[in-house]
């Protein structure tokens, strides 16, 4: 854990928030910290700041929040995957917030099965602790916007393009000509990115038609196949370059 | 299973092999294969070829082989990786493979708990069938040499240089002013490289004197701080770009 991150609700009307889960833990048994102890916070989808440790018992931190003024950029990234194996899923959220990603569609796609969707790995209840503890992991605060879209033809036809109007917009495929570097060069940095990566076994003709309808263009990863969680996790390394 | 991958032993003098195991299944259950069929196939550690279903029942499958001249290149990285904890190390195994690593070093850091040597997730049985599986699903051969070594010192005195004495070495650490883009450019398509990354809390500044000292460059990776499993896989895919 290298932020303490505090959700609004939990700060009062003079700063000062009291922890008593794994964050006063982590506090009390990681680092060690004794009252008067300044640490690194953020707030979540909010400010860094610093919280002053003004009581530690085995209870509770009470801390003393002071907030930057300014907001930390929100990720460049969107991405739009084909929902994975739920066991695959899990283990991605923290990853995922963790590199970076402003906006996760978890999209249907003819290779994916239903069943997938029943899943308890997509109710937020399950993933935003895990997206916090990717958070707390690579110290930043942006709270990925998840949206979980069970149709392929309503979400592309009906959504794509009002969400991801002015971004550039990659999909990687064996396809593809080019190379993710090729697209990519040349990009202004505050440029928005959607990139639409697809299950095992990839995109469908008739789906990556629609995306190339779209606008998106195809690169290739070379000569291997990754898993799922490989490619999301190498992908978004390299666009973060 | 995007390649059948068989070992030297279980190919007989007429290029034929019986396959009994998880390879069976795969190809009677998930490929669907009858007598005929015409199957990708790889040598561990050698080349590509075509494998012919001739005989297929419940308990074994066998496969007519033929292997191509030719060996496909060795993966141009190598990766001297403190000893990661057991669980993740587990985690990381078939995906070190699928992204293609020369060599793995598994290195003794001050961070790094002695009791991660005990584990029996660097007993060859434990890690073989999770390298074959990420080569199996990336589609190559090459399996990696993985050295491990419990003591920092004489191995970075002694054999480092022994080893990677042609290599373009580097080393991802915060105080790295310069980008792994900039690092990288120009490099030939043939040169070797060797990348050193740290625990969670990265080398000592002892480790990294010694590191240095050996030609080791330095570069950042941004203001993330990734856990070890997302920074390997997101620096390997990186530098295979």
Redesign the interface.
């Known amino acids: 854990m290298?932020l303490i991150i505090l959700k609004p609700s939990e700060v009062d009307g003079q700063g000062r928030a009291v922890l008593a889960d794994g964050r006063a833990r982590h506090i009390r048994n990681v680092l060690g910290a004794k009252p008067g102890k300044q640490l690194r916070i953020g707030m979540l989808n909010g400010a860094f700041g610093t919280g002053t440790a003004e009581a530690i018992d085995k209870n509770a931190v009470v801390l003393v929040c002071e907030f930057e003024d300014g907001l930390p950029p929100k990720p460049r990234i969107d991405l739009i995957l084909a929902m994975p194996r739920p066991k695959v899923l899990k283990?991605l959220w923290?990853?995922l917030a963790?590199?970076?990603v402003g906006r996760l569609v978890l999209l249907r796609s003819e290779k994916v099965e239903r069943y997938y969707f029943d899943s308890h790995v997509i109710d937020p209840d399950c993933y935003n602790p895990l997206l916090v503890e990717g958070l707390q992991?690579?110290?930043?605060t942006h709270l990925p916007d998840v949206l979980v879209r069970p149709l392929f033809k309503p979400f592309v036809e009906d959504e794509l393009d009002q969400i991801f109007g002015g971004h550039m917009k990659l999909l990687a495929d064996p396809t593809g000509d080019r190379?993710?570097?090729e697209c990519i060069g040349g990009l202004g940095e505050r440029q928005r990115i959607v990139l639409a990566i697809g299950a095992e076994g990839g995109w469908t003709p008739y789906e990556l038609e629609m995306f190339k309808e779209r606008g998106f263009e195809l690169f290739g990863m070379?000569?291997?196949?990754?898993?799922t969680d490989?490619a999301v996790?190498?992908?978004?390394?390299?666009l973060?370059?």
Chains 1, 2 share one sequence.
């Open positions: 290298n283990r923290a990853q963790a590199l970076g992991q690579a110290r930043c190379r993710m570097a070379g000569e291997r196949i990754l898993r490989t996790v190498g992908l978004l390394a390299v973060s370059q």
